[in-house]
């Protein structure tokens, strides 16, 4: 069964910084994309940025230049640095892979149970 361990959210004043992981734990083949998603009250959720394999990164454009994603694909563990935080990126934070349970099975996404970020004076 693949599930996640999220950590790093919480409460930050205007401008300051947190830095989200999430780490897959148990039975997995491979993993393809990793990334994070987002969805504030009364909001669709919406893609805030992903990583490949390969490390190409791509970002929602809020979010450029204040956000980088990475990952370590030893640990299975993808990272959120996130800088210059405002009002607006309060969400909870969904974690998210692409992946393959077995060998033989088709790809699908997984997803992390959120972990909540709050930015308020």
């Known amino acids: 069964q693949v599930q996640f361990v999220e950590s790093g959210g919480g409460l930050v004043q205007p401008g300051g910084s947190l830095r989200l992981s999430c780490a897959v734990t148990?039975?997995?083949?491979?993993?393809?994309?990793m990334g994070w998603h987002r969805q504030a009250p009364g909001k669709q959720r919406e893609l805030v940025a992903s990583?490949?394999?390969?490390?190409?990164?791509n970002y929602t454009d809020s979010v450029k230049g204040r956000f980088t994603i990475s990952r370590d694909n030893a640990k299975k563990t993808v990272y959120l640095q996130m800088n210059s935080l405002k009002l607006e990126d309060t969400a909870v934070y969904y974690c998210?892979?692409?992946?393959?349970?077995?060998?033989?099975?088709?790809?699908?996404?997984?997803w992390g149970q959120g972990t909540q970020v709050t930015v308020s004076s």
């Open positions: 998210y892979c692409n992946a393959r349970y077995g060998p033989s099975s088709s790809p699908r996404s997984y």
């Open positions: 148990g039975v997995i083949f491979s993993i393809y994309d």
């Open positions: 990583v490949t394999v390969a490390e190409r990164t």
